[in-house]
Structures are given as C-alpha cells and as structure tokens.
C-alpha cells in the first residue's frame, strides 16, 4: 500500500486516509439520488441514471487514485448535468443519446488539452490573483450549500437570500452540529469531521429529524442500465449545431476542472499534483459519457476529504469503494441527514475563505476581477460562470489601462471562449 501511494512520504497513514475516504463519500453521496433525478428529465430511466452515476464515480475516483495520487472525488457535476438535461436536450431538441456522444466528445478535448503541453501553457497564463479567486469562491459556495441545505439561509422574493426558520428542527441541529465541528476541528481530535457527522447525525435521529421510515429498500435495476450503457449517439455529427454545442459543453467543462484542480492542490498544498489530476479528471468525463451520465468533476466535496486529513489517492480510492458499494448501501445513506454534512461543507469553505489574503487588494486592477470572481461563484451557483466574468473582465481593464502586454496570450483566448459561450447560450 504504501508502495501505489507513497504515504510515508505523504505524512498520512492508512487510518487517516480511509478516515478522509470516508468523509469524502458522506458529502458527496447525495450526488447519486440528485443527478440521476435531472438525468431522468432528459429521458434516462432513474435506476439507470443511478447505476451510471455509481459506476462513473467510481471509475473516475479511481483513476484520480491510481494516476495522480491526489485525494479528489471525481462525480458528475451539479450545473454541468442541468446543462445536459435543460439545455442541449430539453431546449437544443437533441436526444439524450445524442448529448451522451457531446459529453464524450467534450472529455476527448480535454484530454487533447491535459495531455499536452498546451494545460501548462493555458495555467501559467492564469494570474494568481484569479486562481486564488477561484478557491475562495468555491468556499463561499460550499457555506451557501451548507446553509441552504439546513434550511438556515432560504430564498426570498424580495430580498434574493433571507434567513430561514431557526426554529426548525433542523436548523437547530445543524447550528449545535457547526459548533461540535468546530471545536474538534479546533482541537485537532482525530476523525473530527466523521465524528461531527456521527454526533450530528446521532442528533438527529434522536429528535426525531431522521428515521428509516419511508425508506425504499430496494435495490437499482440492472435490466434497465443495459439500455443506457455505451448508448453514445453520433447521428447529429452532420449538424454544424452538434458541434457547437458540444464545444460550449467542453469549454464549461475544461475551465470549470481547472478552476477545481487548482483549488485542491492548493487547498493539500501539493501543486506538483495539478497535472496529472487534471488529465485523469479529462479520462473520467470521456467515461462518463460511454457509462451514461453528464460530464465529471473534481467535486468541491474533496475539500471534506482533504480537510479531514486526506494527503493521497487512497482517498479517491476509497470515496470510489464506497460508492461502488453504494448499490446495496444508498437506503442507508439515505438516512444520513443534511444537518449533519452542512457543518462539514461550511467550516471547509470558511477555511477555504483564508486564500483572500493573498489577493493584493490594495492593486484594483489585480483585485477587482478577483473580487468578482469570489462574488458571482456563490451568486450564480455555477463556478464557470463566476469564472467567466473575471477572466472577461481582467484582461479588458488590463487593456484600458494601457498594460496590455502584461497579459499572455492565453488569457486572451480564453476571454473571447468564454464571451463567445455567454453570446451562444444567453444570446443566440
């Protein structure tokens, strides 16, 4: 074991790292009910979509483990999944069938661009001001998650957020959850965030805010999967859109997992894991599309396991066990309640807060398009939107300011990409 994952190197043990492997699987399981969900609004049977949500998952975890030793979830992403079903399939008229080949296209192009020398080309063309950016705003999304998962932060019609009903029962767990995390965090106890997700779900059933009733029991169908699996479709490959379509998805794709990749190794502070994690992040989402789902990615939820400890792709691994076992497992991680994750995805994300500090916020010109980085993230719930805006935005100012030439080329390109998705989706 030690051997594949180097983990004397690492400073982990295997304790340590099941332990991270396991949290890991805690915050992000919900994924599974959630994707196949949108994925059945796109025509895919929800057993179906659930199998191809495990199986992608799984195999993506492991080849995070195995090829880049870093300890990232690899799941299909929230938004990228809306965009499937909403967007190229109930807007763009295609088939499911038909978005699977887009999905599988998209993941060829990232690997054209993780496997060669243009994904260290296009990184070192990010200023640092941008990609610390990034890794804040995923932190405030991660508390916004929490928040709003527990029911403490709600939508309102008229001021956008509003505080929800501390009163509830929820709420109030969630509340004396945060705390306990806190203090254990604090006090370094080990397995702190398993044992905040044990207390507060213990909590839980104890108050009566969880219990099996209600449950489904059984097991996914198979019969079912077999009707989705491989089911890739090029019948469109004549149409001019097909192709416009799923070079929107790719872009969305690629920038989004750069922005995730950064934040992860930065967050385990080991960037020599940047690029291989990236290129096996690439691999996955060409999978993805052959298992039956929409395209994959470096899940925030890794934060949980690398907070928890994790330092290795035995993490990843394990995170992929688990949710391979999840076939027989999901009715009883059905039971883990929202009160008791919410704890562990805001304290991530107020630690994850702590990389503002090396913004200089006293340059505007360097600062601002951060700054509207770390704002929109959260506000759009989607991390390649939020992306989009600072990376518009600073080149732009760069050129107004007559500093044209202090940014690379790269930068450029990639500026007029994402401009050029937002008149695609939002114009066009």
């Known amino acids: 074991m030690d051997?594949?994952?180097?983990?004397?190197?690492?400073?982990?043990?295997?304790g340590k790292e099941l332990s991270a492997g396991l949290i890991s699987y805690i915050t992000g399981v919900y994924?599974?009910?959630?994707?196949?969900?949108?994925?059945?609004?796109?025509?895919?049977?929800?057993?179906?979509?659930?199998?191809?949500?495990?199986?992608?998952?799984?195999?993506?975890?492991?080849l995070m483990g195995f090829w880049s030793n870093a300890p990232i979830l690899v799941v299909p992403g929230m938004g990228l999944n809306a965009m499937f079903t909403y967007t190229i399939v109930q807007s763009g008229g295609f088939t499911w069938q038909e978005a699977l080949a887009m999905v599988f296209i998209s993941g060829i192009l990232f690997m054209i661009l993780a496997f060669t020398p243009l994904a260290s080309y296009i990184t070192s063309s990010i200023p640092d001001s941008l990609k610390e950016a990034i890794t804040v705003g995923i932190g405030?999304?991660?508390?916004?998650?929490?928040?709003?998962?527990?029911g403490i932060i709600t939508s309102s019609e008229h001021t956008l957020l509003a505080v929800g009903d501390l009163s509830s029962s929820t709420a109030l767990i969630t509340l004396i959850g945060l705390v306990v995390t806190v203090i254990l965090f604090i006090r370094n106890v080990r397995g702190n965030l398993l044992l905040s997700i044990v207390f507060t779900s213990g909590l839980s059933i104890l108050f009566g805010d969880r219990n099996g009733t209600g449950v489904d029991w059984s097991l996914p169908s198979f019969s079912e999967y077999a009707a989705v699996?491989?089911?890739?479709?090029?019948?469109?490959?004549?149409?001019?859109?097909?192709?416009?379509?799923a070079f929107s998805?790719?872009?969305?794709?690629?920038?989004?997992?750069?922005?995730?990749?950064?934040?992860?190794?930065?967050?385990?502070?080991?960037?020599?894991?940047?690029?291989?994690?990236?290129?096996a992040n690439a691999i996955?989402?060409?999978?993805?599309?052959?298992?039956?789902?929409?395209?994959?990615?470096?899940?925030?939820?890794?934060?949980?396991?690398?907070?928890?400890?994790?330092?290795?792709?035995?993490?990843?691994?394990?995170?992929?066990?688990?949710?391979?076992?999840?076939?027989?497992?999901?009715?009883?991680?059905?039971?883990?309640?929202?009160?008791?994750?919410?704890?562990?995805?805001?304290?991530?994300?107020?630690?994850?807060?702590?990389?503002?500090?090396?913004?200089?916020?006293?340059?505007?010109?360097?600062?601002?398009?951060?700054l509207l980085i770390i704002v929109l993230i959260?506000?759009?719930?989607?991390?390649?939107?939020?992306m989009a805006f600072g990376f518009i935005l600073y080149p732009l100012m760069k050129l107004l300011m007559g500093k044209g030439r202090e940014v690379k080329p790269?930068?450029?390109?990639?500026?007029?990409?994402?401009?050029?998705?937002?008149?695609?989706q939002y114009v066009l």
């Open 229 to 245: 699996f491989g089911q890739v479709s090029f019948s469109q490959a004549g149409n001019f859109i097909f192709w416009l379509t």
């Open 249 to 279: 998805l790719a872009m969305v794709v690629i920038f989004e997992n750069i922005g995730l990749v950064h934040g992860h190794t930065k967050l385990l502070n080991q960037p020599e894991k940047y690029k291989k994690s990236l290129q």
């Open 140 to 150: 405030i999304l991660l508390i916004l998650i929490g928040f709003d998962s527990s």
């Open 410 to 424: 790269a930068l450029y390109m990639i500026a007029l990409l994402f401009l050029s998705n937002f008149v695609l």
């Open 31 to 62: 994924i599974i009910i959630v994707n196949a969900t949108i994925l059945s609004a796109a025509g895919i049977p929800l057993e179906a979509g659930i199998i191809a949500t495990i199986l992608s998952v799984f195999v993506g975890s492991l």
């Open 378 to 386: 959260p506000l759009t719930y989607s991390i390649a939107d939020g």
């Open 3 to 14: 051997k594949i994952f180097r983990l004397e190197e690492n400073q982990t043990t295997f």
């Open 284 to 370: 996955s989402v060409a999978t993805a599309g052959i298992f039956g789902t929409s395209p994959t990615v470096s899940s925030v939820e890794s934060a949980a396991g690398i907070t928890a400890g994790g330092r290795t792709g035995l993490t990843s691994v394990v995170a992929g066990l688990f949710f391979l076992a999840s076939l027989v497992l999901i009715p009883i991680i059905k039971l883990v309640p929202e009160s008791a994750v919410s704890p562990v995805l805001i304290l991530i994300g107020v630690l994850m807060l702590q990389n503002i500090t090396f913004i200089k916020l006293d340059d505007l010109l360097e600062s601002f398009p951060a």
